[in-house]
């Protein structure tokens, strides 16, 4: 990298030849639209295998590029472990399938369309119903700022109490949660689980999630020895949070979990 050029991130090396992941540039919507499925597919498979998938209470969903209206998601009742691009289903803000032949997760989806029309720059959204983040869901309160994890979060989460425990299949209950994400890239839903949003990528919509589940598992284990919690400084959480919590982190730390599942599960992307 030369010396002129800015730096996403304090691990980018000032050695010049040496390789460093950075986000792709596409040439055509096409290939885009392409990208985006493929990662989409490879988020599923990931979710599988790090026992995410619980029944069909799972889903992520990717804007399409060109048309910023419909977004793609994973098709309902399919397990995640074989979902493949080719799979993905194309629907509108309703939950019509505008493209694809399976259906899609109604009361699911009446939460992320709601994210999504809510926020436009929002590009992804993932949803799941985790071990970790459903009992950390339970107690309604934010994780606290005990580790460099957590510390990604700080400022950066949001607690929302609508619906709280409800299976929400209104679009009016579906607005109230999303308004409640604010411009947070996570949030806590009360007696529900996570949800995790990537302005960028769904890349980066991932990560935030798997970090956010390890960060509850973390936090429910120190809390269950009984001794009180050192909290991170504030003053310190915040400059942790200005490095761990942009964008590209979340991309840059996705990078790695993509690189191994696209080995382990080359069909995904047929």
Request: proline share 6%; net charge negative.
């Amino acid at each position: 990298m030369s010396a002129s050029a800015k730096k996403q991130s304090i691990y980018e090396p000032d050695q010049e030849g040496l390789y460093f992941p950075r986000p792709p540039v596409f040439s055509t919507v096409a290939e885009e639209r392409q990208h985006r499925r493929e990662r989409l597919a490879a988020v599923c498979r990931i979710f599988a295998r790090y026992k995410f998938e619980y029944g069909f209470a799972g889903h992520v969903t990717v804007r399409d590029p060109e048309h910023p209206g419909l977004f793609w998601t994973n098709p309902f009742g399919m397990s995640m472990s074989r979902v493949k691009a080719s799979d993905m289903i194309l629907v509108d803000h309703v939950g019509k399938v505008v493209e694809g032949t399976w259906a899609v997760n109604q009361a699911g989806f009446v939460l992320h369309s709601a994210i999504h029309e809510e926020n436009p720059d929002i590009i992804a959204s993932c949803h799941a119903h985790t071990v970790n983040g459903m009992a950390w869901a339970a107690l309604g309160r934010p994780l606290d700022p005990i580790t460099q994890t957590a510390c990604g979060f700080f400022g950066h989460q949001a607690v929302i109490t609508e619906e709280a425990g409800a299976v929400v299949v209104e679009r009016g209950a579906g607005f109230a949660v999303a308004k409640a994400f604010g411009d947070s890239k996570v949030a806590i839903h009360q007696n529900h689980g996570l949800f995790s949003v990537g302005r960028h990528s769904i890349d980066e919509a991932a990560w935030w999630f798997i970090a956010l589940e390890r960060a509850c598992e973390i936090q429910l284990k120190a809390e269950a020895t009984g001794s009180p919690l050192k909290l991170v400084a504030p003053e310190k959480a915040a400059h942790s949070a200005k490095h761990l919590a942009t964008p590209f982190m979340g991309w840059l730390h996705f990078q790695p979990i993509y690189d191994w599942i696209i080995r382990t599960d080359p069909d995904l992307v047929d």
